[in-house]
């Protein structure tokens, strides 16, 4: 019995049993495959060969300190202008107080991003990391992605390296992987024209990778780009890891429509979202993880991705005050699970739940309480 009706796809698992790095073509070719079972098998054979049945989740807390951004991404449906009503910014007291909630819930990540809003000194974002820090030395930092980084220098007229270096020194611990979107033009400017372009992007991955710290890298997919776009993506960040190694964990993030510029699309079917699992986890050879948020895929369909190439989960996740995932496809915006919910969610699926830290530490063999 041949692997599959997709004379294509066999030929591309005869690459993938050699080792053999897939091309450009080869990653069309799978999103373009009517074969998901055979497509979806291969990822899964990659992925348990890499971590045979566990599947990593962890009890972190998502937190942004504001919502106040200039970049009117079309996207998103997050961000506000300053003078909207439901416009904020937490000062270090609410911040702190999000940060024991999490704590007392057992969080071991804060998960810091937010918007880029003008009126903030840098010293706002310092402060918030060393107050942080200082009153909860436990919670692993992991804040500001490269678009962030990359408005702080340019808005404070700082040079990287500066950016890093004080952050570090205020209790930076790692960077999370938003704002990498789309990196092909001209979809990247179509969609977030505000933004720093890929090569900046990437450039500033590197520079935090040589510092010593590890980052996470994403892609959003679902919107008005071609599968041509998303696999440039994936060899982009594949070479930027072939160079300084430090991602972690790749997050495919399913675009939802509602309350953005972009509405009017109906957003990833379910299988286009399985495609991407796997060809992210077939594409991505030098990455060790990667991610079925369920916040984006909502509940099922995370538990169906885990047999397409996903090993992680992400976490319990919950913003304090105003909830982070506005695009979440979850009822009522639900974007919280327990932790003994999310071994469920692992284990009916077939896999062994184990909790970890942000840079993959295993902390115990998950047990439901």
Same mark, same amino acid.
């Not at 591309?12 to 070719?29: F, H, N, P, Q, W």
């Given at each position: 019995?041949?692997?599959?009706?997709?004379?294509?796809?066999?030929?591309?698992?005869?690459?993938?049993?050699?080792?053999?790095?897939?091309?450009?073509?080869?990653?069309?070719?799978?999103?373009?495959?009517?074969?998901?079972?055979?497509?979806?098998?291969?990822?899964?054979?990659?992925?348990?060969?890499?971590?045979?049945?566990?599947?990593?989740?962890?009890?972190? /807390?998502?937190?942004?300190?504001?919502?106040?951004? #200039?970049?009117?991404?079309?996207?998103?449906?997050?961000?506000?202008?300053?003078?909207?009503?439901?416009? #904020?910014?937490?000062?270090?007291?609410?911040?702190?107080?999000?940060?024991?909630?999490?704590?007392?819930?057992?969080?071991?990540?804060?998960?810091?991003?937010?918007?880029?809003?003008?009126?903030?000194?840098?010293?706002?974002?310092?402060?918030?990391?060393?107050?942080?820090?200082?009153?909860?030395?436990?919670?692993?930092?992991?804040?500001?992605?490269?678009?962030?980084?990359?408005?702080?220098?340019?808005?404070?007229?700082?040079?990287?390296?500066?950016?890093?270096?004080?952050?570090?020194?205020?209790?930076?611990?790692?960077?999370?992987?938003?704002?990498?979107?789309?990196? /092909?033009?001209?979809?990247?400017?179509?969609?977030?024209?505000?933004?720093?372009?890929?090569?900046? &992007?990437?450039?500033?991955?590197?520079?935090?990778?040589?510092?010593?710290?590890?980052?996470?890298?994403?892609?959003? !997919?679902?919107?008005?780009?071609?599968?041509?776009?998303?696999?440039?993506?994936?060899?982009?960040?594949?070479?930027?890891?072939?160079?300084?190694?430090?991602?972690?964990?790749?997050?495919?993030?399913?675009?939802?429509?509602?309350?953005?510029?972009?509405?009017?699309?109906?957003?990833?079917?379910?299988?286009?979202?399985?495609?991407?699992?796997?060809?992210?986890?077939?594409?991505?050879?030098?990455?060790?993880?990667?991610?079925?948020? &369920?916040?984006?895929?909502?509940?099922?369909?995370?538990?169906?991705?885990?047999?397409?190439?996903?090993?992680?989960?992400?976490?319990?996740?919950?913003?304090?005050?105003?909830?982070?995932?506005? !695009?979440?496809?979850?009822?009522?915006?639900?974007?919280?699970?327990?932790?003994?919910?999310?071994?469920?969610?692992?284990?009916?699926?077939?896999?062994?739940?184990?909790?970890?830290?942000?840079? !993959?530490?295993?902390?115990?063999?998950?047990?439901?309480?």
């Amino acid at each position: 019995m041949s692997f599959s009706h997709d004379t294509k796809l066999s030929d591309i698992c005869a690459k993938v049993k050699t080792g053999e790095r897939l091309s450009l073509e080869d990653g069309v070719a799978l999103f373009n495959t009517t074969d998901l079972n055979a497509l979806g098998k291969l990822a899964d054979t990659v992925r348990r060969q890499k971590h045979g049945r566990t599947t990593y989740f962890n009890v972190n /807390r998502h937190f942004n300190p504001t919502n106040v951004c #200039y970049v009117d991404c079309k996207f998103c449906g997050f961000f506000r202008t300053p003078r909207q009503p439901d416009a #904020y910014t937490h000062n270090i007291e609410d911040s702190l107080r999000i940060a024991g909630q999490a704590v007392n819930e057992g969080a071991t990540e804060l998960h810091i991003t937010g918007g880029l809003n003008t009126k903030l000194p840098f010293s706002y974002f310092t402060d918030l990391l060393s107050a942080l820090k200082k009153q909860y030395p436990q919670l692993h930092l992991k804040a500001f992605t490269m678009v962030e980084l990359d408005h702080f220098a340019h808005f404070y007229k700082m040079e990287d390296k500066d950016v890093l270096r004080q952050l570090i020194d205020a209790g930076l611990d790692s960077c999370p992987g938003g704002g990498a979107e789309i990196f /092909r033009e001209p979809t990247r400017s179509m969609i977030c024209a505000h933004k720093c372009d890929a090569e900046r &992007w990437l450039d500033l991955a590197g520079q935090v990778h040589a510092v010593g710290l590890k980052t996470n890298a994403t892609m959003l !997919y679902g919107h008005i780009e071609s599968f041509e776009d998303r696999v440039d993506h994936m060899i982009r960040l594949r070479e930027q890891q072939d160079k300084s190694g430090g991602f972690q964990c790749f997050i495919p993030l399913a675009f939802y429509p509602p309350e953005t510029q972009m509405a009017h699309l109906p957003g990833p079917s379910g299988v286009d979202s399985l495609k991407t699992m796997a060809v992210s986890r077939l594409m991505l050879d030098n990455f060790a993880h990667i991610k079925a948020y &369920w916040v984006m895929l909502g509940k099922r369909l995370a538990q169906v991705a885990l047999h397409f190439g996903a090993n992680d989960v992400d976490g319990t996740i919950t913003e304090g005050g105003e909830l982070t995932e506005s !695009y979440s496809v979850e009822s009522n915006n639900e974007v919280k699970m327990t932790k003994a919910e999310l071994i469920s969610l692992i284990e009916e699926a077939g896999f062994e739940a184990v909790e970890r830290d942000t840079v !993959y530490n295993r902390i115990e063999k998950a047990v439901i309480a």
